[in-house]
Protein backbone atom coordinates (compact mmCIF):
# COMPACT_ATOMS: atom_id res chain seq x y z
CA UNK A 1 0.00 0.00 0.00
CA UNK A 2 1.20 3.58 -0.97
CA UNK A 3 2.01 5.48 2.04
CA UNK A 4 -0.28 8.49 2.35
CA UNK A 5 1.67 11.56 2.20
CA UNK A 6 1.14 14.14 5.06
CA UNK A 7 3.64 16.92 3.56
CA UNK A 8 3.65 20.67 5.93
CA UNK A 9 2.29 23.04 3.73
CA UNK A 10 2.64 25.68 5.58
CA UNK A 11 4.17 27.26 9.30
CA UNK A 12 2.70 30.41 10.49
CA UNK A 13 3.58 31.87 14.32
CA UNK A 14 2.46 34.87 16.22
CA UNK A 15 2.93 36.83 19.47
CA UNK A 16 0.35 35.89 22.05
CA UNK A 17 0.09 36.37 25.75
CA UNK A 18 1.61 34.09 28.57
CA UNK A 19 -0.53 33.16 32.26
CA UNK A 20 1.71 35.90 33.64
CA UNK A 21 0.88 38.42 30.64
CA UNK A 22 4.28 38.44 29.22
CA UNK A 23 4.71 37.73 25.14
CA UNK A 24 4.82 34.22 23.86
CA UNK A 25 5.21 32.11 20.97
CA UNK A 26 2.15 30.61 18.80
CA UNK A 27 2.62 28.93 16.47
CA UNK A 28 0.13 26.39 14.18
CA UNK A 29 1.58 23.54 11.35
CA UNK A 30 -0.64 22.99 8.72
CA UNK A 31 -0.49 19.95 6.39
CA UNK A 32 -2.34 19.27 3.04
CA UNK A 33 -3.72 22.75 3.31
CA UNK A 34 -6.25 20.86 5.71
CA UNK A 35 -4.91 19.49 8.73
CA UNK A 36 -3.79 21.83 11.69
CA UNK A 37 -1.33 21.98 14.91
CA UNK A 38 -1.05 24.63 17.24
CA UNK A 39 1.39 25.05 20.16
CA UNK A 40 1.67 27.79 22.43
CA UNK A 41 5.14 28.03 24.38
CA UNK A 42 5.76 27.96 28.10
CA UNK A 43 8.08 30.65 30.24
CA UNK A 44 10.01 30.05 33.51
CA UNK A 45 10.76 32.39 35.97
CA UNK A 46 13.63 30.40 37.93
CA UNK A 47 15.02 29.71 35.13
CA UNK A 48 18.23 27.52 34.89
CA UNK A 49 21.60 28.77 33.34
CA UNK A 50 21.90 25.86 31.30
CA UNK A 51 18.66 25.93 29.70
CA UNK A 52 18.33 26.48 25.71
CA UNK A 53 17.82 30.06 24.50
CA UNK A 54 14.70 31.98 25.07
CA UNK A 55 14.97 34.51 22.84
CA UNK A 56 13.79 37.99 23.45
CA UNK A 57 13.56 40.94 21.64
CA UNK A 58 15.16 43.49 24.52
CA UNK A 59 13.31 46.68 22.91
CA UNK A 60 10.84 48.37 24.56
CA UNK A 61 7.61 47.08 23.80
CA UNK A 62 6.93 44.30 26.39
CA UNK A 63 9.92 45.88 28.53
CA UNK A 64 12.23 44.29 26.66
CA UNK A 65 10.17 40.49 26.50
CA UNK A 66 8.67 40.76 22.98
CA UNK A 67 9.15 37.70 21.03
CA UNK A 68 8.77 38.87 17.65
CA UNK A 69 12.45 38.01 16.91
CA UNK A 70 11.43 34.16 17.36
CA UNK A 71 7.91 34.96 15.68
CA UNK A 72 9.75 36.04 12.29
CA UNK A 73 12.46 33.00 12.83
CA UNK A 74 9.25 30.76 12.79
CA UNK A 75 7.77 32.53 10.00
CA UNK A 76 10.88 33.04 7.88
CA UNK A 77 13.71 29.92 8.19
CA UNK A 78 12.13 27.59 9.40
CA UNK A 79 9.28 27.34 7.54
CA UNK A 80 11.50 27.60 4.22
CA UNK A 81 13.21 24.29 5.99
CA UNK A 82 10.22 22.47 6.67
CA UNK A 83 7.67 22.88 3.88
CA UNK A 84 7.06 19.90 2.05
CA UNK A 85 8.69 17.52 4.90
CA UNK A 86 6.81 14.32 6.04
CA UNK A 87 4.50 15.78 9.56
CA UNK A 88 5.10 12.45 11.15
CA UNK A 89 8.41 12.50 10.80
CA UNK A 90 9.22 14.22 14.27
CA UNK A 91 12.95 13.34 14.44
CA UNK A 92 13.59 14.61 11.62
CA UNK A 93 11.41 17.64 11.80
CA UNK A 94 13.62 18.29 15.50
CA UNK A 95 16.85 17.31 13.54
CA UNK A 96 15.78 20.08 11.08
CA UNK A 97 14.81 22.56 13.43
CA UNK A 98 18.38 21.87 15.45
CA UNK A 99 20.01 22.10 11.93
CA UNK A 100 18.62 25.36 11.04
CA UNK A 101 19.34 26.69 14.32
CA UNK A 102 23.14 25.42 14.24
CA UNK A 103 24.05 26.16 17.83
CA UNK A 104 24.54 24.21 21.41
CA UNK A 105 21.71 25.86 23.22
CA UNK A 106 19.21 27.19 20.90
CA UNK A 107 20.44 30.41 20.37
CA UNK A 108 20.32 31.56 16.91
CA UNK A 109 16.56 30.76 16.19
CA UNK A 110 15.71 31.08 19.87
CA UNK A 111 14.33 28.11 22.10
CA UNK A 112 10.84 29.25 21.93
CA UNK A 113 11.07 29.27 17.91
CA UNK A 114 11.84 25.61 17.41
CA UNK A 115 9.32 24.63 20.26
CA UNK A 116 6.24 25.94 19.19
CA UNK A 117 7.13 24.34 15.49
CA UNK A 118 8.33 20.96 17.54
CA UNK A 119 4.96 20.94 19.34
CA UNK A 120 2.57 22.23 16.71
CA UNK A 121 3.69 19.54 14.37
CA UNK A 122 3.26 16.80 16.38
CA UNK A 123 -0.31 17.57 17.27
CA UNK A 124 -0.82 18.13 13.28
CA UNK A 125 0.32 14.85 12.81
CA UNK A 126 -2.06 13.44 14.96
CA UNK A 127 -5.10 15.63 13.99
CA UNK A 128 -4.03 14.55 10.68
CA UNK A 129 -4.23 10.97 11.82
CA UNK A 130 -7.13 11.28 13.74
CA UNK A 131 -5.50 10.43 16.86
CA UNK A 132 -4.85 11.45 20.44
CA UNK A 133 -1.83 13.50 21.45
CA UNK A 134 -0.43 10.77 23.71
CA UNK A 135 -1.41 7.92 21.28
CA UNK A 136 0.85 9.91 18.48
CA UNK A 137 3.67 10.19 21.15
CA UNK A 138 3.75 7.17 22.76
CA UNK A 139 2.30 4.64 20.38
CA UNK A 140 0.82 1.53 21.77
CA UNK A 141 2.65 1.98 25.39
CA UNK A 142 0.68 4.73 27.10
CA UNK A 143 -1.86 3.68 29.70
CA UNK A 144 -0.48 5.34 32.96
CA UNK A 145 -2.55 8.48 34.40
CA UNK A 146 0.44 10.48 36.06
CA UNK A 147 0.14 11.20 39.77
CA UNK A 148 -0.22 14.47 40.26
CA UNK A 149 2.74 16.57 42.42
CA UNK A 150 0.42 19.64 43.12
CA UNK A 151 1.96 22.93 43.94
CA UNK A 152 -0.48 24.65 46.57
CA UNK A 153 1.88 26.55 48.28
CA UNK A 154 3.97 29.13 46.29
CA UNK A 155 7.57 30.81 47.65
CA UNK A 156 10.77 31.67 45.69
CA UNK A 157 10.56 33.67 42.09
CA UNK A 158 6.71 32.26 41.72
CA UNK A 159 5.44 35.71 44.33
CA UNK A 160 6.74 38.04 46.65
CA UNK A 161 5.63 36.44 49.87
CA UNK A 162 8.24 35.42 52.71
CA UNK A 163 8.76 31.64 51.91
CA UNK A 164 12.00 30.96 50.24
CA UNK A 165 11.19 27.36 48.97
CA UNK A 166 9.77 27.23 45.48
CA UNK A 167 6.96 24.95 45.38
CA UNK A 168 5.47 22.71 48.31
CA UNK A 169 3.37 20.47 46.39
CA UNK A 170 1.33 17.60 47.40
CA UNK A 171 0.80 14.08 46.37
CA UNK A 172 -2.58 11.50 46.34
CA UNK A 173 -0.48 8.68 45.99
CA UNK A 174 -2.88 6.28 47.38
CA UNK A 175 -6.09 7.76 45.36
CA UNK A 176 -7.70 4.87 42.58
CA UNK A 177 -8.00 6.64 39.92
CA UNK A 178 -6.41 10.47 38.46
CA UNK A 179 -9.72 11.61 38.98
CA UNK A 180 -9.86 10.42 42.64
CA UNK A 181 -6.33 12.05 43.01
CA UNK A 182 -7.48 15.34 41.73
CA UNK A 183 -10.30 15.67 43.77
CA UNK A 184 -8.47 14.78 47.29
CA UNK A 185 -6.10 17.47 46.06
CA UNK A 186 -8.68 19.76 45.11
CA UNK A 187 -10.03 19.25 48.52
CA UNK A 188 -6.78 19.76 50.56
CA UNK A 189 -6.72 22.90 48.06
CA UNK A 190 -9.58 24.05 49.49
CA UNK A 191 -8.88 23.69 53.37
CA UNK A 192 -5.56 24.60 52.85
CA UNK A 193 -7.68 28.76 51.96
CA UNK A 194 -9.66 28.25 55.12
CA UNK A 195 -7.10 27.17 57.45
CA UNK A 196 -4.91 30.13 56.18
CA UNK A 197 -7.74 32.64 56.24
CA UNK A 198 -9.04 31.66 59.86
CA UNK A 199 -5.02 32.56 60.73
CA UNK A 200 -5.16 36.14 59.09
CA UNK A 201 -3.10 34.91 56.45
CA UNK A 202 -3.25 35.99 53.10
CA UNK A 203 -5.24 34.03 50.22
CA UNK A 204 -4.15 35.31 47.17
CA UNK A 205 -2.18 32.97 44.93
CA UNK A 206 1.30 32.79 43.35
CA UNK A 207 2.34 32.35 39.60
CA UNK A 208 1.32 28.66 39.96
CA UNK A 209 -1.58 29.21 41.52
CA UNK A 210 -0.86 28.20 45.30
CA UNK A 211 -1.54 30.28 47.60
CA UNK A 212 1.29 32.64 48.82
CA UNK A 213 1.53 33.98 52.64
CA UNK A 214 3.82 34.82 54.92
CA UNK A 215 5.53 31.77 57.00
CA UNK A 216 8.54 31.92 58.82
CA UNK A 217 10.29 29.11 57.41
CA UNK A 218 9.85 25.44 55.59
CA UNK A 219 8.70 23.86 59.14
CA UNK A 220 5.91 26.23 59.26
CA UNK A 221 4.60 25.66 55.66
CA UNK A 222 4.67 21.88 56.27
CA UNK A 223 2.57 22.29 59.39
CA UNK A 224 0.16 24.30 57.85
CA UNK A 225 -0.15 21.64 54.64
CA UNK A 226 0.09 18.83 56.86
CA UNK A 227 -3.21 20.69 58.71
CA UNK A 228 -4.75 20.95 55.56
CA UNK A 229 -4.50 17.19 54.68
CA UNK A 230 -6.06 16.09 57.89
CA UNK A 231 -8.94 18.95 57.70
CA UNK A 232 -9.67 17.30 54.57
CA UNK A 233 -10.25 13.89 55.81
CA UNK A 234 -6.87 12.65 54.72
CA UNK A 235 -3.82 10.56 56.64
CA UNK A 236 -0.81 12.81 55.68
CA UNK A 237 1.84 10.10 54.72
CA UNK A 238 -0.23 6.99 54.23
CA UNK A 239 -2.83 8.57 51.33
CA UNK A 240 -0.87 11.94 50.86
CA UNK A 241 2.91 12.66 50.57
CA UNK A 242 5.18 15.81 49.99
CA UNK A 243 6.87 17.12 47.28
CA UNK A 244 9.04 20.39 47.52
CA UNK A 245 11.12 22.42 45.00
CA UNK A 246 13.49 24.21 46.83
CA UNK A 247 14.53 25.89 43.33
CA UNK A 248 17.68 26.04 45.55
CA UNK A 249 19.67 27.74 42.49
CA UNK A 250 17.78 31.06 43.03
CA UNK A 251 18.93 30.98 47.11
CA UNK A 252 22.65 30.15 46.35
CA UNK A 253 25.41 32.97 45.97
CA UNK A 254 28.32 31.92 44.31
CA UNK A 255 30.59 34.40 46.18
CA UNK A 256 30.13 32.98 49.80
CA UNK A 257 29.27 29.59 48.34
CA UNK A 258 26.01 29.77 50.41
CA UNK A 259 22.29 29.57 50.27
CA UNK A 260 20.54 32.50 51.18
CA UNK A 261 17.25 32.41 53.18
CA UNK A 262 15.88 36.26 52.71
CA UNK A 263 12.51 35.64 53.52
CA UNK A 264 12.92 33.81 56.99
CA UNK A 265 15.81 36.60 57.65
CA UNK A 266 12.98 39.22 57.27
CA UNK A 267 9.96 37.79 59.44
CA UNK A 268 12.48 37.25 61.67
CA UNK A 269 13.89 40.73 61.69
CA UNK A 270 10.54 41.86 61.48
CA UNK A 271 9.10 40.02 65.28
CA UNK A 272 12.32 40.88 66.81
CA UNK A 273 11.63 44.54 65.52
CA UNK A 274 14.79 45.30 63.86
CA UNK A 275 15.21 47.96 61.59
CA UNK A 276 15.15 47.21 58.15
CA UNK A 277 18.98 47.55 56.91
CA UNK A 278 20.23 47.40 59.84
CA UNK A 279 22.42 44.03 60.47
CA UNK A 280 24.83 43.57 63.08
CA UNK A 281 25.99 40.37 64.91
CA UNK A 282 23.07 39.95 67.04
CA UNK A 283 20.54 36.79 66.68
CA UNK A 284 17.88 38.92 65.51
CA UNK A 285 19.69 40.68 62.64
CA UNK A 286 22.24 38.11 61.16
CA UNK A 287 20.91 37.19 57.95
CA UNK A 288 19.73 33.63 57.40
CA UNK A 289 22.02 31.55 55.37
CA UNK A 290 23.20 27.61 55.25
CA UNK A 291 26.02 25.96 53.44
CA UNK A 292 25.98 23.07 51.34
CA UNK A 293 25.92 20.41 54.17
CA UNK A 294 23.92 22.60 56.32
CA UNK A 295 21.26 22.51 53.62
CA UNK A 296 21.97 18.64 53.49
CA UNK A 297 21.28 18.43 56.86
CA UNK A 298 18.13 20.52 56.69
CA UNK A 299 16.52 18.05 54.63
CA UNK A 300 17.28 15.16 56.71
CA UNK A 301 15.63 16.72 59.22
CA UNK A 302 12.37 17.66 57.29
CA UNK A 303 11.85 14.41 56.16
CA UNK A 304 12.34 12.95 59.26
CA UNK A 305 9.76 15.13 60.56
CA UNK A 306 7.17 15.32 57.91
CA UNK A 307 5.94 12.91 54.93
CA UNK A 308 8.40 14.24 52.00
CA UNK A 309 8.81 11.66 48.96
CA UNK A 310 10.26 14.05 47.07
CA UNK A 311 12.92 16.80 47.14
CA UNK A 312 13.59 18.85 43.44
CA UNK A 313 16.66 20.99 43.04
CA UNK A 314 17.73 20.55 46.98
CA UNK A 315 20.91 22.00 45.80
CA UNK A 316 21.89 24.24 43.09
CA UNK A 317 23.22 24.06 39.60
CA UNK A 318 26.35 23.23 39.84
CA UNK A 319 26.95 22.09 43.17
CA UNK A 320 27.61 18.67 41.88
CA UNK A 321 29.81 17.81 45.12
CA UNK A 322 26.78 18.50 47.17
CA UNK A 323 24.90 17.03 45.25
CA UNK A 324 26.74 13.71 44.84
CA UNK A 325 26.33 14.12 49.17
CA UNK A 326 23.05 14.84 48.93
CA UNK A 327 22.58 11.57 46.98
CA UNK A 328 24.61 9.54 49.36
CA UNK A 329 22.91 10.58 52.48
CA UNK A 330 19.04 10.73 51.49
CA UNK A 331 18.75 9.40 47.86
CA UNK A 332 17.65 6.04 49.06
CA UNK A 333 14.57 7.44 51.25
CA UNK A 334 13.45 10.27 48.74
CA UNK A 335 13.57 10.94 45.07
CA UNK A 336 15.79 13.82 44.44
CA UNK A 337 14.82 15.02 41.30
CA UNK A 338 17.37 17.52 39.08
CA UNK A 339 15.46 20.75 37.14
CA UNK A 340 18.04 23.24 36.97
CA UNK A 341 20.89 20.48 37.34
CA UNK A 342 19.65 18.50 34.83
CA UNK A 343 17.77 21.23 32.15
CA UNK A 344 16.33 18.16 30.22
CA UNK A 345 19.68 17.91 28.43
CA UNK A 346 20.57 14.51 28.20
CA UNK A 347 24.39 15.52 27.78
CA UNK A 348 23.31 16.76 31.65
CA UNK A 349 21.62 13.56 32.30
CA UNK A 350 24.60 11.75 31.62
CA UNK A 351 26.71 13.18 33.62
CA UNK A 352 24.32 12.97 36.75
CA UNK A 353 23.81 9.63 35.74
CA UNK A 354 27.87 8.42 35.81
CA UNK A 355 27.99 10.81 38.63
CA UNK A 356 25.31 9.48 40.68
CA UNK A 357 23.43 12.48 41.61
CA UNK A 358 20.10 13.03 41.68
CA UNK A 359 17.62 10.26 41.19
CA UNK A 360 14.67 11.54 38.60
CA UNK A 361 14.71 14.26 36.34
CA UNK A 362 12.26 17.09 35.92
CA UNK A 363 11.11 17.39 31.99
CA UNK A 364 10.44 20.89 30.55
CA UNK A 365 10.08 20.70 26.92
CA UNK A 366 11.48 24.26 26.88
CA UNK A 367 14.52 23.66 28.80
CA UNK A 368 15.71 21.81 25.34
CA UNK A 369 13.51 23.60 22.73
CA UNK A 370 12.49 20.03 21.00
CA UNK A 371 9.93 17.74 21.42
CA UNK A 372 12.44 14.75 20.50
CA UNK A 373 14.88 15.79 22.79
CA UNK A 374 12.98 16.18 26.02
CA UNK A 375 11.75 12.45 25.04
CA UNK A 376 15.00 11.15 24.57
CA UNK A 377 16.01 12.65 28.15
CA UNK A 378 13.03 10.78 29.40
CA UNK A 379 13.88 7.64 27.93
CA UNK A 380 17.78 8.04 29.12
CA UNK A 381 16.34 8.55 32.53
CA UNK A 382 13.63 5.93 32.35
CA UNK A 383 16.86 2.74 30.57
CA UNK A 384 19.10 4.18 34.24
CA UNK A 385 16.57 3.73 36.55
CA UNK A 386 16.08 7.32 37.10
CA UNK A 387 12.23 8.55 37.46
CA UNK A 388 10.87 11.35 34.92
CA UNK A 389 8.62 13.92 36.54
CA UNK A 390 6.65 15.84 33.51
CA UNK A 391 6.56 19.83 33.83
CA UNK A 392 4.79 23.06 33.09
CA UNK A 393 6.78 26.54 33.74
CA UNK A 394 5.48 29.27 35.94
CA UNK A 395 4.35 31.20 33.17
CA UNK A 396 2.02 28.98 31.05
CA UNK A 397 -0.59 29.09 28.42
CA UNK A 398 -4.37 27.08 27.58
CA UNK A 399 -1.90 24.68 26.12
CA UNK A 400 -2.35 21.14 27.77
CA UNK A 401 0.45 19.51 25.32
CA UNK A 402 2.80 17.74 28.82
CA UNK A 403 -0.75 16.25 29.86
CA UNK A 404 -0.55 14.03 26.62
CA UNK A 405 3.60 13.82 26.80
CA UNK A 406 3.05 12.56 30.68
CA UNK A 407 0.61 9.60 29.46
CA UNK A 408 2.60 8.88 26.26
CA UNK A 409 6.10 7.95 28.14
CA UNK A 410 4.06 6.39 31.30
CA UNK A 411 6.17 8.85 33.49
CA UNK A 412 3.79 8.43 36.33
CA UNK A 413 4.28 12.09 37.68
CA UNK A 414 3.29 15.18 36.54
CA UNK A 415 4.21 18.81 38.22
CA UNK A 416 1.33 21.32 36.61
CA UNK A 417 0.53 23.55 39.43
CA UNK A 418 -2.49 24.01 41.51
CA UNK A 419 -6.27 23.84 41.27
CA UNK A 420 -6.48 27.27 40.33
CA UNK A 421 -5.37 29.56 37.14
CA UNK A 422 -7.09 27.88 34.12
CA UNK A 423 -3.55 27.60 32.37
CA UNK A 424 -3.06 24.86 35.16
CA UNK A 425 -6.59 23.49 35.60
CA UNK A 426 -6.24 22.93 31.39
CA UNK A 427 -3.78 20.52 31.88
CA UNK A 428 -5.69 18.63 34.64
CA UNK A 429 -8.42 18.37 33.09
CA UNK A 430 -7.17 17.09 29.87
CA UNK A 431 -5.84 14.15 31.67
CA UNK A 432 -9.38 13.58 33.14
CA UNK A 433 -10.69 13.19 29.33
CA UNK A 434 -7.20 10.91 28.71
CA UNK A 435 -8.41 8.64 31.52
CA UNK A 436 -11.66 8.38 30.35
CA UNK A 437 -10.74 7.59 27.22
CA UNK A 438 -8.95 5.25 28.13
CA UNK A 439 -11.03 3.26 29.87
CA UNK A 440 -10.57 0.33 31.86
CA UNK A 441 -6.57 0.03 30.39
CA UNK A 442 -5.79 2.91 32.58
CA UNK A 443 -3.69 2.97 35.41
CA UNK A 444 -3.16 5.00 38.21
CA UNK A 445 -0.12 3.98 41.13
CA UNK A 446 2.38 5.04 43.33
CA UNK A 447 5.24 6.38 41.85
CA UNK A 448 7.20 5.38 45.34
CA UNK A 449 5.96 1.89 45.62
CA UNK A 450 9.44 0.84 46.06
CA UNK A 451 10.86 3.49 47.81
C1 LIG B 1 10.35 24.84 38.41
C2 LIG B 1 9.41 25.58 37.49
C3 LIG B 1 8.02 25.03 37.39
P1 LIG B 1 9.95 27.91 36.53
O1 LIG B 1 11.30 25.41 38.95
O2 LIG B 1 10.24 23.63 38.56
O3 LIG B 1 7.38 24.84 38.60
O4 LIG B 1 9.42 26.95 37.71
O5 LIG B 1 9.11 27.63 35.35
O6 LIG B 1 9.82 29.29 37.06
O7 LIG B 1 11.38 27.52 36.29
MG1 LIG C 1 12.10 23.43 39.69
Known sequence: MKKKSLAITDVHAREILDSRGNPTVEAIVTVNDCYEGRAGVPSGASTGKFEAVELRDGELRYMGLGVQKAVNN???KIKEALIGIDVCDQKLIDYILIDTDGTENKGSLGANATLSVSMAAARA????????????LGGVRPNRLPVPMMNILNGGRHATNTVDFQEFMIMPVKAVSFKEGLRICAEIYHNLKKICHERGLSTGVGDEGGFAPDL??????????????????????????????????????EDDKKYHFSGETQLKRKWAGVENDFYDETDESREITRTTEEMIAYYEELIERFPIVSIEDG???????????????????????????FVTNTKRLDAGIKLEVANAILVKVNQIGTVSEAIEAVEMAQNNGYKAVISH?????????????AVAMNAGQIKTGAPCRSDR???????????????KVSVYMDPFHKL
Open 74 to 76: VNT
Open 125 to 136: AAEALNIPLYRY
Open 216 to 253: PDATAVLDVIVEAVKAAGYKPDEEVKIAIDAAASELYN
Open 315 to 341: LAEDDWDGWQELTKRIGKKVQLVGDDL
Open 393 to 405: RSGETEDTFIADL
Open 425 to 439: VAKYNRLLGIEEELG
